[in-house]
């Protein structure tokens, strides 16, 4: 008989997958029955199918909401307005974790949360998508800054027409409210790249103010 305690000392991490519990399990006659009964004794919560992290009672350390974004569906990595709370870009503490990926729009609602995916056209898809290490166990796919800003603007600002520096300034400022030093810190030469390639012009504008102010 596994117990709770030892099933969690088995695995690596948090996040679990069905292979992981069939071979933990793999005495058990039905390891299906004994998964459906960790499952209603909450020793384990299911994310989606196939995809599972520990309950409060055995998890040894704090789930990574990022790495679940990557397990749930891909490809896909961490963008927009969570990515950009991740690198400090916005102020506010983001809920819902909104992922870019290159095949159709998903959205999942799980017990730890929304997770909402977005489609990009695969040509405009792999530049700007880099590997980081929350941990020494946790590699997450992540937009960098300059990529996660343009594919907010690219997917969720299409309403607006930033045909100013005013009113470019008026959306980084004071809606999404980046710092200025922030914004000082972006790699010009990767967001002119990702402007060629989205071929936006909100993008395009932010593109130009940019450069300028490299100047």
Same mark, same amino acid.
């Given at each position: 008989?596994?117990?709770?305690?030892?099933?969690?000392?088995?695995?690596?991490?948090?996040?679990?997958?069905?292979?992981?519990?069939?071979?933990?399990?793999?005495?058990?006659?039905?390891?299906?029955?004994?998964?459906?009964?960790?499952?209603?004794?909450?020793?384990?919560?299911?994310?989606?199918? %196939?995809?599972?992290?520990?309950?409060? =009672? /055995? *998890? $040894?350390?704090? +789930?990574?909401?990022?790495?679940?974004?990557?397990? #749930?569906? %891909?490809?896909?990595?961490?963008?927009? =307005? /969570? *990515? $950009?709370?991740? +690198?400090?870009?916005?102020?506010?503490?983001?809920? #819902?974790?909104?992922?870019?990926?290159?095949?159709?729009?998903?959205?999942?609602?799980?017990?730890?949360?929304?997770?909402?995916?977005?489609?990009?056209?695969?040509?405009?898809?792999?530049?700007?998508?880099?590997?980081?290490?929350?941990?020494?166990?946790?590699?997450?796919?992540?937009?960098?800054?300059?990529?996660?800003?343009?594919?907010?603007?690219?997917?969720?600002?299409?309403?607006?027409?930033?045909?100013?520096?005013?009113?470019?300034?008026?959306?980084?400022?004071?809606?999404?409210?980046?710092?200025?030093?922030?914004?000082?810190?972006?790699?010009?030469?990767?967001?002119?790249?990702?402007?060629?390639?989205?071929?936006?012009?909100?993008?395009?504008?932010?593109?130009?103010?940019?450069?300028?102010?490299?100047?």
């Amino acid at each position: 008989m596994v117990t709770g305690v030892q099933l969690r000392r088995m695995a690596v991490n948090e996040e679990i997958d069905y292979l992981f519990l069939k071979n933990a399990l793999k005495d058990y006659i039905s390891p299906r029955s004994k998964i459906t009964s960790l499952l209603k004794q909450k020793t384990i919560l299911r994310i989606k199918k %196939g995809l599972y992290i520990f309950g409060k =009672e /055995y *998890a $040894l350390h704090p +789930y990574v909401k990022e790495s679940l974004a990557n397990l #749930i569906y %891909g490809p896909s990595y961490v963008s927009l =307005e /969570y *990515a $950009l709370a991740f +690198y400090g870009f916005i102020p506010e503490r983001v809920e #819902i974790l909104t992922s870019v990926t290159n095949k159709k729009d998903k959205r999942f609602s799980t017990p730890v949360g929304m997770f909402t995916y977005r489609y990009l056209h695969p040509k405009k898809y792999p530049i700007g998508v880099t590997q980081i290490f929350y941990d020494a166990t946790h590699p997450i796919l992540i937009a960098t800054p300059e990529k996660a800003l343009a594919d907010k603007m690219l997917l969720e600002t299409s309403h607006l027409n930033l045909t100013t520096e005013k009113e470019l300034k008026t959306f980084l400022f004071d809606d999404l409210r980046v710092p200025l030093h922030k914004i000082k810190e972006l790699d010009v030469r990767l967001f002119n790249q990702i402007a060629e390639l989205y071929q936006n012009k909100n993008i395009s504008r932010l593109n130009q103010f940019l450069k300028k102010r490299k100047k």
